[in-house]
């Protein structure tokens, strides 16, 4: 099936706060649309660039297991939730002109640029054929931050209620960290990908339990024929990920928890299976797969290494609900 000329539809909230601008998720199709996101893959959210941010993110892990929070993050979640546009505004732009700050009183190139450091370094390079103006980095760094903080953060937490709900893969997964990782103090890149159970549970909570139930809403530019159907113009569609990955045509058992049904299969979440879709498809697909999954991993790796878990009050892992 063919959905010819998608463009992204944006939210009445991103609307609102971000009327002048243009999100990749949202922008139409098009030379801006592209060339965003020829950023996003090849330069921002690039393996190589994820794997340079491995130390930033074993830090935010451990910081996050001793409970501090990031002042900025907080902010920045309650302003989203209350709509105050304004505000979410003025503090993107606070910490915009911090990073421009910094820069200017930085003698070379830092070890510790972030993603926010490169948006500015190609808005002043010029390298590509548009020009990157502030209110594209502050949409893109919203999108960034509200798509990629509660999209990771669900897909730890059903990953966790799926093993304490299922204990006998909890074991198999803690067992595999536990060896991977003994004796030593720091997780490296090359050790995690040798988690290759770990990496099927991911799949499997991702199957049952997508970040975006719904795909984002995608809007047809082009009268066209589907099955029979004529599809107007500016028909607005939804991709439904959450029943699909539930499909019993696709898959065997599919409301149980089975990370072993990816052993010696080549389904995987990067759009070309459409059985499974937790991060979309084609040219809309998510340009933060790498960059999400590689956090989720790190940190269901450490919460599987460091700590025993089990259910409270003598729960039994039957007695828990997960709707």
């Not at 058992?253 to 979309?280: A, D, K, M």
């Amino acid at each position: 099936m063919v959905w010819p000329s998608q463009t992204g539809r944006r939210s009445s909230c991103l609307r609102s706060s971000f009327t002048t601008r243009s999100d990749l998720g949202s922008s139409k199709y098009g030379e801006y649309w592209r060339q965003m996101r020829k950023l996003f893959i090849l330069e921002l959210l690039s393996s190589k660039k994820v794997h340079s941010f491995n130390a930033l993110m074993e830090e935010e892990v451990f910081a996050a297991v001793v409970g501090r929070r990031c002042k900025d993050q907080e902010s920045i979640t309650r302003l989203a939730k209350e709509t105050i546009h304004k505000k979410i505004d003025n503090l993107l732009e606070d910490i915009v002109r911090e990073h421009e700050d910094d820069r200017l009183n930085s003698t070379g190139q830092s070890s510790e640029e972030d993603i926010l450091d490169l948006f500015l370094h190609f808005k002043d390079e010029g390298e590509f054929q548009f020009v990157i103006t502030r209110d594209n980095i502050k949409a893109n760094v919203f999108e960034l931050f509200t798509a990629g903080t509660d999209t990771s953060a669900t897909v730890i937490e059903w990953a966790m209620a799926e093993l304490m709900k299922n204990p006998t893969v909890m074991k198999k997964a803690q067992s595999e960290v536990r060896q991977a990782f003994e004796g030593k103090e720091n997780f490296t890149d090359s050790d995690i990908r040798k988690l290759n159970y770990l990496n099927m549970v991911i799949k499997e909570s991702l199957r049952l339990h997508p970040p975006l139930p719904l795909l984002g809403a995608r809007s047809c530019r082009e009268k066209c024929t589907i099955d029979g159907y004529d599809i107007p113009v500016n028909t607005v569609a939804l991709v439904n990920a959450w029943s699909i990955g539930r499909d019993p045509k696709y898959w065997h058992n599919p409301e149980s928890f089975e990370p072993e049904r990816f052993s010696n299969s080549s389904v995987h979440y990067t759009g070309n299976h459409y059985e499974y879709l937790p991060f979309g498809a084609g040219r809309r697909i998510c340009p933060g797969i790498t960059f999400g999954v590689a956090t989720v991993e790190l940190v269901l790796a450490k919460l599987l290494y460091h700590f025993d878990w089990k259910l409270p009050d003598g729960i039994s892992p039957e007695e828990l609900d997960m709707t």
